[in-house]
């Protein structure tokens, strides 16, 4: 710390050093002085490289890397100051040593400015010409090196903020004189510009010298390849995957769309031709009706398991037999592809069953085709007399329930029930009731549906 009553007392002893601009001076004298100042320059250098290298990276904003980096060298040239206590006790000897030199400086502004100039090169960090600038210094104001040295006994890390950010020693308390402001080298001046990006990049303390080996394997680690190719190859799986879903969603619309809007001989033709896609269909179908509260097909099986087993049933559109699966009643299961050992290929408007064979016939949500008529005139055909005839259709294909269910009973069947509570499909259950009312020419406009159009998501 800066103690003003010792400078003052040991004032005298200094007297060779008092005039603050060199001055011829006897050669005795100045050799002692200048053994003197060799000592004392080099507990200065080694004071400074202690006092710098105890700058905490953060707390100097003056300071950066670089400056960090030169004072990493200093350590490695003065090992033994490294450590806050002994950059006391050299400051503690050097004060004595300056005190004997010199009294405190306090000469004209003039020369004031002129030794902050001075004190202020010696943290510039080359050598050479930093030694002749300290040599100057020292000989010009011994009182600001040794407020120098107090600043740099200062462990605490305001104060190494003040010295390094103002680097200007404190005027005497008796100069008028105002604060000089602080110019920087150039070297700082790059230091400083360096710093603020840095911290603008959050910065971060520079490791120690010993921590280095363990920061460069971390590096290592972060750098080693193999997250991230996997990663991008995930990633590329993953697209890959959701472009073929994309595909295949758009295959399946487009499929569903023709097994609505043409004759159901044109869609029999579309399958025969490419069975994949009948696969596709179904995979796109079943995602579908997945996400519905209940499946159409799990009802009609429910209503068949409270009725005799013994039941013939006819399953027209059959898709992959879940009807067939789930009742214990013989099932004919029908449609334009296989999905299932069980299934008989036909289009079911001509299906390969006797008149008057079965008991039921099912059409679960595949009353497709633009040829409604022909499918319901082969149920009645199939059908015993008095046998079941059930329909599923999604409900937003009707216009007219009533126009559809008078359609119906021309072709010999008769209403028994109808279910329009299900958010998702209507549920009628007919009876036969004979053949059909009407002739093949006469127009049954009620047997006409929307198709069921999905939507791309
Ligand atoms: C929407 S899927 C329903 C499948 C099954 N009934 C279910 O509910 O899970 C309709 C099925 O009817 C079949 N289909 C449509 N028109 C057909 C026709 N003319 N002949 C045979 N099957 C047909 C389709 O191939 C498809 O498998």
New binding site residues.
């Given amino acids: 710390m800066f103690e003003e009553p010792e400078w003052t007392e040991a004032a005298p002893v200094a007297a060779g050093l008092r005039p603050v601009t060199p001055q011829p001076r006897p050669a005795a004298t100045s050799q002692i002085k200048g053994s003197k100042r060799r000592q004392l320059l080099a507990t200065l250098r080694t004071l400074e490289a202690a006092s710098l290298s105890q700058q905490p990276p953060d707390s100097l904003p003056g300071s950066d890397y670089e400056e960090e980096e030169v004072v990493v060298e200093r350590k490695k040239k003065h090992p033994k100051t490294l450590f806050a206590s002994s950059s006391t006790k050299v400051g503690g000897k050097r004060k004595k040593k300056c005190q004997k030199q010199g009294p405190p400086c306090s000469d004209s502004e003039d020369k004031e400015v002129e030794r902050k100039k001075c004190c202020k090169q010696t943290f510039d960090s080359d050598s050479a010409e930093k030694e002749k600038r300290k040599r100057k210094c020292q000989k010009q104001s011994p009182s600001n090196l040794t407020q120098h040295l107090d600043s740099v006994d200062q462990t605490d890390h305001k104060t190494w903020k003040s010295s390094a950010t103002d680097n200007v020693p404190k005027l005497s308390p008796g100069s008028t004189s105002p604060k000089q402001p602080h110019t920087l080298s150039r070297k700082q001046w790059r230091n400083r510009q360096k710093n603020k990006r840095r911290h603008k990049n959050k910065f971060r303390p520079p490791p120690a010298p010993d921590e280095l080996p363990a920061k460069a394997s971390i590096e290592e680690t972060e750098v080693a390849p193999a997250p991230r190719p996997n990663s991008q190859e995930t990633r590329a799986e993953a697209l890959r995957a959701r472009m073929a879903q994309r595909l295949d969603g758009a295959r399946f619309r487009y499929l569903n769309e023709q ?1 609505y809007s043409g004759p ?1 001989s044109a ?2 033709h579309l ?1 025969q031709e490419d069975p994949e896609a ?1 696969l596709l ?2 995979r796109g ?1 079943q995602s579908q ?1 997945k996400k519905w509260p209940l ?3 799990d009802r009609i099986a429910r209503d068949l398991r409270q009725r005799p087993a013994s039941l013939v049933v006819a ?6 037999c ?2 067939a699966s789930s009742v214990r009643n013989p099932v004919h299961c ?4 296989s999905l299932d050992p069980r299934v008989t290929v ?4 001509q299906v390969p069953l006797e008149d008057e064979s079965v008991d039921v016939a ?1 059409f ?3 009353l ?2 633009t040829n409604i008529r022909d ?1 319901l005139e082969e149920a009645n055909r199939v059908l015993k007399p008095g046998g079941l005839l059930k329909v ?1 259709e999604v409900s937003s294909r009707f216009e007219d329930v009533r126009a559809f269910l008078g359609a119906v009973t021309k072709l010999g069947f008769k209403v028994i029930s109808k279910d329009l509570t299900n958010s998702h499909f209507f549920l009628f259950d007919f009876e036969k009731t004979g053949p059909p009312r009407v002739g093949p020419k006469a127009k049954l406009s009620g047997l006409k549906l929307q198709p069921c159009l999905y939507k791309r998501r």
């Fill in positions: 097994l159901s869609a029999q399958f009948f269909y179904h179908f009706v499946q159409p097909v399953d027209f559109g059959c898709g992959d879940r009807l029908f449609d334009l592809a036909c289009d079911m408007a099912v679960c949500l595949s497709m085709g499918f599923a």
